[in-house]
C-alpha cells in the first residue's frame, strides 16, 4: 500500500492551479475521489488561496467507504508563504498531521523563505511496532515543502515542453528530505468519464523520489513477500491536464495496481471564487 499513500501525498501537493483571468486574489477548491473495484475508497480535497504576494494551501485525505474497515488513514497538510515578484512561490510555514495505519505523525515547520533553511522544526511521531525511525541531521533541514514544491511546477506556463526533460528538487517534508524527480514524456486524449470532471489532452508524468535523510526501518527482517505483491517502489504516474479558463496544468487522474486490482484516482470536482485572504482551516473534511 506504500504505492497508495506515496500517490496521496503527491496528489495534496498538487492540488492547486491559477485562474486565467487576472484577478488579485483567488480561492481554489478541488476534489478527487478513488475508486477501487467499483467503490469509492479515499477523497482528497484542497483548498487554495493565491494572490500577488503570498499563497495558502490547505488539503485533506481520508479513507472511506469499504476501505474503513481495513484501514482508517487521514492526513491534514497545510503550507502558506510568499510569491516573489517573478512569480516563484517560496515557503514560510508547512504542517502535516495525521495517521498511515498505525503511524501517527505531528510535523510543524518553519521556513526563512530566501534561503529554504529550516529555521524551526516540531515533530511528533508515534511508530508502528518493530520499527525505529533515523532522525533528519540539523544539517540537512534545508529545501522546499512538497506543496511548494508541486505548486510551481503545474504553475509553470511552458509545462508540457519544459518537463521532457528530467526535472529534479530538494524536498523537506518534515518525516524525510527527498529529491524529488518529474518528468513527461507521453500523452494520451482522454475520453468523458462519468467519475471525471475533465476530458482532453493529457500529459502523462512520471514522479519519483531519492531518499537523501530522515528514514523508518524496521527492527526486525521483513517477512516473505507474497507473490500478489505489487512493488512498492514503482514510479507514480499521474496524468495532467488544462481546463478551460485556467492557466495551470493540474493532475486530472491515476492509477496504479495493488495486488487485488487497481486503484483509479479521479478529478471530481472544481471550483475558484474571488477571494480577498485564505480561509482559516483548522482540519479540512471531506464530503461525498
Known amino acids: 500500500m506504500k504505492i497508495f499513500y506515496k500517490t496521496v501525498i503527491i496528489l495534496l501537493s498538487m492540488s492547486t492551479f491559477a485562474k486565467a483571468q487576472d484577478v488579485p486574489s483567488y480561492k481554489v477548491t478541488l476534489d478527487y475521489k478513488a475508486y477501487w473495484a467499483g467503490f469509492v475508497v479515499a ?30 488513514s487521514a492526513n491534514d497538510t497545510l503550507s502558506r508563504g510568499i510569491r516573489l515578484s517573478g512569480g516563484e512561490f517560496r515557503p514560510k510555514y508547512y504542517e502535516s498531521s495525521g ?4 503511524l501517527t505523525y505531528l510535523n510543524k515547520v ?3 523563505p530566501h534561503t529554504l533553511k ?6 511528533e511521531l508515534n511508530l508502528r511496532e518493530d520499527t525505529e525511525y533515523i532522525p533528519i541531521p540539523e544539517e540537512e533541514k534545508f529545501g522546499a515543502d512538497p506543496m511548494s514544491i508541486f505548486l510551481n511546477m ?11 526533460e528530467l526535472e529534479t528538487k530538494r524536498q523537506f517534508g518534515g518525516i524525510f528530505v527527498s529529491e524529488q524527480s518529474f518528468i513527461c ?5 482522454m475520453k468523458p468519464e462519468g467519475r471525471s470532471v475533465f476530458a482532453g ?21 521483513r517477512k516473505k513477500r507474497k507473490k500478489s ?24 487522474y491515476t492509477e496504479f495496481p495493488i495486488g487485488w486490482g487497481k486503484v483509479r484516482i479521479y478529478l471530481s470536482n472544481f471550483d475558484i471564487e474571488a477571494a480577498s485572504q485564505p480561509t482559516t482551516i483548522s482540519k479540512m473534511k471531506t464530503t461525498e
Not at 495517521?99 to 498505525?102: A, C, I, R, V
Not at 489532452?201 to 526486525?220: E, F, M, P, V, W
Open 43 to 72: 477523497y482528497i480535497t484542497s483548498e487554495t488561496f493565491i494572490s500577488n504576494d503570498q499563497y495558502q494551501i490547505a488539503a485533506h485525505y481520508e479513507v472511506g467507504g469499504i476501505a474503513r474497515m481495513f484501514n482508517e
Open 99 to 102: 495517521n498511515f495505519g498505525k
Open 110 to 112: 518553519k521556513f526563512d
Open 118 to 123: 529550516v529555521m524551526e522544526h516540531e515533530q
Open 154 to 164: 503545474i504553475m509553470n506556463k511552458d509545462f508540457k515542453e519544459d518537463y521532457k
Open 185 to 189: 514524456e507521453e500523452n494520451e486524449m
Open 201 to 221: 489532452n493529457a500529459s502523462i508524468c512520471a514522479i519519483d523520489g531519492k531518499l537523501i535523510a530522515g528514514n523508518i526501518k524496521r527492527t526486525k527482517k
Open 229 to 252: 505483491r505489487v512493488d512498492d517502489d514503482q514510479k507514480t504516474r499521474l496524468w495532467f491536464g488544462k481546463l478551460d479558463g485556467f492557466d495551470a496544468t493540474v493532475p486530472v
